[in-house]
């Protein structure tokens, strides 16, 4: 069964930094466009970041030039780099892939379960 899961959330001052990470695991052929969606109490989930197989990234501009998100293909890990982080950062970040697994052999979008950073004085 595959699975995201993601670590490395918590509490920071604004101006700190957290470093997120999404290991994926399960049998798998292929795994696509990871990326990092947030969702902060009373408003819509949407997305921070993506990565392409072929390295490119897609940021929304709220987090350009204060985030990164680079992926391991060997360990299937997805991090996401935050910081000068801000108080307005503050939310659920959940990573989300493309995945094609051996028992599903159809893209399917898999999410993790979601880790909250809180940025606070």
């Known amino acids: 069964q595959v699975q995201l899961v993601e670590s490395g959330g918590g509490s920071v001052q604004p101006g700190g930094s957290l470093r997120l990470s999404c290991a994926a695991s399960g049998s798998m052929v292929s795994i696509n466009s990871p990326g990092w969606f947030r969702q902060a109490p009373g408003k819509q989930r949407e997305l921070v970041a993506k990565?392409?197989?072929?390295?490119?990234?897609d940021y929304a501009d709220s987090v350009k030039g204060r985030f990164t998100i680079s992926r391991d293909g060997a360990k299937n890990t997805v991090y996401l780099q935050m910081s000068s982080l801000k108080p307005e950062d503050t939310a659920v970040y959940y990573c989300?892939?493309?995945?094609?697994?051996?028992?599903?052999?159809?893209?399917?979008?898999?999410w993790g379960q979601g880790t909250q950073v809180n940025v606070s004085s």
């Open positions: 989300n892939a493309l995945i094609v697994s051996l028992a599903d052999p159809v893209v399917r979008a898999y």
């Open positions: 990565i392409t197989s072929g390295g490119r990234t």
